[in-house]
Structure formats: C-alpha cells, structure tokens
C-alpha cells in the first residue's frame, strides 16, 4: 500500500498533468501541491513560494479539503484548472493585483471552457476580485475532464472526513452555449470589452453537442457516495464576540458578553445587540 500522503498527491499530480496537455500544450511548468482550509476559498495559486537547495524555485497549487468531499469531483477539477490558468497568466501574461481577474485571465478561461463569473453563473460579470466559474457543455474542459475519467479512471483516493457548515456551492454543473449566449444577451448583460465576444464566439463555433458524452459522471458530492459513519460532524467555533449598541445614538462596539461599558455622550449604558 502507498504511502496516503503518496495517494493524495498523486491524484491531484495525475489530474495537473493530465489538463496541462489537454488544455495548455504541455506549456506549464510542475507545482507543489499543498492542501490548505483556508475559509471560504476552495483553490489557491501562488508564484515561486518554493526553492530548493539548488536554487530553483516552484510555485503552489493549494487545494482546500474541507470542500473535496462536499464537492462534486467536476468541481474539484474545475478548482483545479482555475488555479492553472493563473499559473499560467504568471508564467506567460500580466497578471494584476493580487487576487483581482483581470480580462487577460478570463479569456483564457473562456477559451479553455470554463465561463468566469462572479455569481457562478451565467450573466454574472467576468472581471472582478472574486471570481466563480462554470462549465461550457462541450467544451475543451468538458472534453478533457470527460477524458480524464475514460483514459484514467481518476478518482480522489482520500478526502476530508469533518463535516463541516461550508458556504453553498452555486452554479449547475454543465451550461450549454445556447444557455451562455442567452444570458450574455439578456438586459443584465455586464458591459465587456469586444474582445470577450470574439473569444466567445470562437469557443462556441468549435463545440459540437453530438459529441458531449451521454453518460454523464454522476452529479453527487463526493460525500454522499460514502456511508454516513465515515464522516464526523464539526462543531461551529463558540461565538466569542458579541455587538453591544447605544440605545440612543446606535454606536456599535463589539466585545464579550459581559460587557459593562458606557456611552459618554449619551450617558447611557450599552445594550446586548441579540441580532
């Protein structure tokens, strides 16, 4: 039996490789991969936090636990890409500030498959500081993560086992191009620059629908394909801040429970804001 820390990696080194051919010519350099939980941030890219003795230095791919197995594994791989194509700004474009999305990288993204938008999906803006994506039906991404399951038999060989209160996952799995170019046509259209239209219409002119499998990976979260008894559930951290309120001027202070504090123009006593 490999080692678990072996299995893990492994997997996720598999999938990295496997997209970097199927969607980047092979252009990407190798990361180290690190599993990080951070709140509310499924994946994260960052450039050359790692050298070795010779001098050489790697950039990170960090993957958040806590949503594997909450997660549909399309998903997981979705995460996955959206990191590479940041990897891949860095190593070939002009990436902007940190974390901001800028029209360079959601290009890319578009032509990969992977549609940008802030709300998850479709008819939300596709530059900003934070950023979802979904999946173009038919697309290079689709196809390859299609591939993915057909040539490999990839799955995910562990996953976090605390069940954890998570954010919401928003956003069907799989948007036709007839569904996309609805939504960009709609009033709630976001203004963009020209250039995403032809990006746009040069993914959509090279998907053909009759070759999107029949078969789809199932549509479950990772978790609910295991027994119950493999998870544990998590408690909620104890709430240690509480919100007091002037009852005259409505200042708002937060501190302990017990808090004994006084507004000085008003005179009066704060209040325990219950809300």
């Given at each position: 039996?490999?080692?678990?820390?072996?299995?893990?990696?492994?997997?996720?080194?598999?999938?990295?490789?496997?997209?970097?051919?199927?969607?980047?010519?092979?252009?990407?350099?190798?990361?180290?991969?690190?599993?990080?939980?951070?709140?509310?941030?499924?994946?994260?890219?960052?450039?050359?936090?790692?050298?070795?003795?010779?001098?050489?230095?790697?950039?990170?791919?960090?993957?958040?636990?806590?949503?594997?197995?909450?997660?549909?594994l399309i998903e997981v791989m979705q995460t996955l890409v959206h990191e590479m194509v940041h990897c891949w700004q860095?190593?070939?474009?002009?990436?902007?500030?940190?974390?901001?999305?800028?029209?360079?990288?959601?290009?890319?993204?578009?032509?990969?498959?992977?549609?940008?938008?802030?709300?998850?999906?479709?008819?939300?803006?596709?530059?900003?500081?934070?950023?979802?994506?979904?999946?173009?039906?038919?697309?290079?991404?689709?196809?390859?993560?299609?591939?993915?399951?057909?040539?490999?038999?990839?799955?995910?060989?562990?996953?976090?086992?605390?069940?954890?209160?998570?954010?919401?996952?928003?956003?069907?799995?799989?948007?036709?191009?007839?569904?996309?170019?609805?939504?960009?046509?709609?009033?709630?259209?976001?203004?963009?620059?020209?250039?995403?239209?032809?990006?746009?219409?040069?993914?959509?002119?090279?998907?053909?629908?009759?070759?999107?499998?029949?078969?789809?990976?199932?549509?479950?979260?990772?978790?609910?394909?295991?027994?119950?008894?493999?998870?544990?559930?998590?408690?909620?951290?104890?709430?240690?801040?509480?919100?007091?309120?002037?009852?005259?001027?409505?200042?708002?202070?937060?501190?302990?429970?017990?808090?004994?504090?006084?507004?000085?123009?008003?005179?009066?006593?704060?209040?325990?804001?219950?809300?």
């Amino acid at each position: 039996m490999k080692h678990p820390t072996q299995e893990l990696y492994s997997s996720l080194t598999q999938a990295y490789d496997h997209f970097n051919e199927a969607l980047f010519e092979g252009s990407l350099p190798a990361v180290i991969f690190v599993v990080s939980r951070q709140p509310a941030v499924m994946g994260h890219f960052s450039d050359q936090n790692w050298v070795n003795v010779q001098g050489h230095t790697c950039g990170e791919i960090g993957i958040n636990p806590s949503y594997m197995a909450q997660s549909r594994l399309i998903e997981v791989m979705q995460t996955l890409v959206h990191e590479m194509v940041h990897c891949w700004q860095y190593c070939f474009g002009k990436p902007s500030r940190t974390f901001y999305h800028n029209q360079q990288w959601s290009r890319k993204m578009i032509s990969i498959g992977l549609m940008p938008s802030t709300t998850g999906e479709p008819g939300g803006a596709i530059t900003g500081q934070h950023m979802n994506d979904y999946v173009v039906a038919g697309g290079p991404f689709h196809k390859a993560f299609q591939s993915l399951l057909e040539k490999h038999a990839f799955r995910l060989l562990w996953v976090d086992r605390r069940r954890r209160h998570l954010p919401p996952l928003v956003g069907p799995t799989l948007v036709t191009p007839e569904d996309v170019a609805s939504a960009l046509a709609s009033g709630t259209r976001p203004a963009v620059a020209a250039q995403f239209d032809e990006a746009i219409a040069t993914l959509f002119q090279d998907i053909d629908l009759n070759e999107v499998f029949t078969e789809q990976e199932d549509d479950t979260p990772l978790m609910e394909r295991m027994p119950e008894h493999f998870f544990v559930p998590v408690a909620a951290k104890r709430k240690t801040r509480y919100r007091h309120i002037c009852p005259r001027c409505e200042t708002k202070i937060y501190g302990k429970w017990r808090l004994d504090i006084q507004c000085n123009p008003c005179g009066v006593d704060f209040e325990l804001d219950d809300e």
